[in-house]
């Protein structure tokens, strides 16, 4: 399995992104996917995720109403619109994937323990 985050880059405050993330060895419409972020000395932190039916998606309240996670089943790829970008939103982006299976179809995780799989992260830099 891999993971690659990608569309990240610099942008200002007020701004938008979009990153994706296209696995191989991994069909995201089998898994619920989940977007961290690391911040330089903090922790990873979870951002947003779509639990594996589609049914459901969750946000840290950090990013809550201005982060959306979607997926495209028929391009194998999941997405982070990212809106309203703030400096403190400024990080290394991963997305992940819990092993196969883990957790009921419509039950998003949100601690990084509980994501197999991960990637390379892609940054992105919010100026003011």
């Known amino acids: 399995v891999q993971l690659q985050a990608s569309g990240g880059g610099l942008v200002q405050a007020g701004g938008s992104l979009r990153l994706s993330c296209a696995p191989s060895?991994?069909?995201?419409?089998?898994?619920?996917m989940g977007w961290f972020r690391q911040a330089p000395g903090k922790e990873r932190e979870f951002a947003a995720g779509?639990?594996?039916?589609?049914?459901?998606?969750y946000y840290a309240d950090s990013v809550k109403g201005r982060f959306t996670t979607s997926r495209d089943n028929a391009k194998n790829t999941v997405y982070l619109q990212m809106n309203s970008l703030k400096p403190e939103d400024s990080a290394v982006y991963y997305c992940?994937?819990?092993?196969?299976?883990?957790?009921?179809?419509?039950?998003?995780?949100?601690?990084?323990?509980?994501?197999?799989?991960w990637g390379q992260g892609t940054l992105v830099t919010v100026s003011s």
């Open positions: 060895g991994l069909t995201v419409s089998r898994y619920t």
């Open positions: 992940a994937a819990p092993r196969s299976g883990y957790g009921g179809s419509s039950y998003v995780p949100t601690g990084p323990n509980d994501y197999a799989h």
């Open positions: 779509i639990s594996r039916d589609g049914s459901r998606t």
